[in-house]
């Protein structure tokens, strides 16, 4: 949403039907290179299926969505996804978890090496490359789905509510460990989340989702300034303000489908 920075993504006009059933209706977006974003709002409102259109695993009935120059036309490689579920390969190990997407690009050798041993070091797991998902805590699986995507050396890094399942104290932990990747990495984000807390603490922008049918309700550039305390009054007011603008999507009535 930085005007100084040409979009990473362009959506315009995007809806998406399942059948009858209107999921996504009229949505523009603009994200930069290296912006981090998060869509906000309840269930139902469109978040996650505005995310797979992104990703390319739904596509729109209406408008266009372009990463780059390029219209989306499926799934790639420049798109990396982490889902709420750690999604990973119980058979592999760590190591071969990371490694599997570069594997695929036909890396090999010390090169596949290395590109493990850096992302694992980059979440903190380098001392568990030869361990299998189910010796590790829900926390650690979680950062091993985050090592194995940037692994893959996407432009975007695309997350489905991927500490949702975690306890607060965890999924505080991860949210300042993910921040710190981002700002090594420098790669642009989209990340959906329930959480308002979750939403301020994390983002440079705030897209305030509506259901009924889902739509953009409101985009909201957070200002408070990095590294973020979340007991700062800043924090809070910045919190209250995306909370009137998402209570506001609860008295307004949805359109007619």
Same mark, same amino acid.
């Given at each position: ?28 977006? &603009? ?94 797991? &380098? ?52 921040? +710190? ?61 995306? &909370?009137?603008?998402? +209570? ?10």
């Amino acid at each position: 949403m930085n005007g100084s920075r040409q979009p990473k993504i362009t959506i315009r006009d995007l809806a998406v039907h399942y059948g009858a059933h209107e999921v996504l209706r009229g949505a523009s977006l &603009d994200i930069a290179d290296g912006e981090f974003v998060c869509l906000l709002g309840p269930s139902g409102c469109g978040k996650t299926t505005l995310l797979n259109v992104v990703a390319g695993f739904v596509f729109p009935s209406a408008g266009q969505i372009v990463v780059g120059d390029r219209p989306v036309q499926g799934p790639g490689v420049d798109r990396g996804m982490v889902f709420q579920e750690y999604a990973l390969f119980p058979w592999f190990t760590v190591e071969q978890n990371v490694q599997y997407g570069p594997k695929l690009r036909g890396a090999g050798g010390t090169e596949l090496t290395a590109i493990s041993d850096r992302y694992l070091k980059l979440v903190g797991l &380098d001392q568990h490359k030869r361990h299998y998902p189910n010796q590790l805590s829900g926390g650690q699986r979680q950062r091993v789905a985050i090592a194995r995507a940037l692994a893959s050396q996407p432009q975007i890094l695309l997350m489905d509510e991927p500490f949702g399942a975690l306890d607060a104290m965890t999924r505080e932990s991860l949210q300042e460990e993910l921040l +710190r990747i981002w700002e090594v990495e420098r790669r642009t984000c989209v990340f959906v989340t329930h959480s308002i807390a979750e939403a301020v603490f994390l983002a440079d922008t705030i897209v305030i989702m509506q259901s009924h049918p889902g739509r953009i309700h409101a985009v909201i550039r957070n200002t408070v300034a990095r590294p973020r305390g979340r007991t700062s009054d800043a924090y809070f007011a910045m919190y209250r303000k995306v &909370d009137e603008d998402l +209570r506001q999507t609860e008295r307004q009535p949805g359109a007619a489908t």
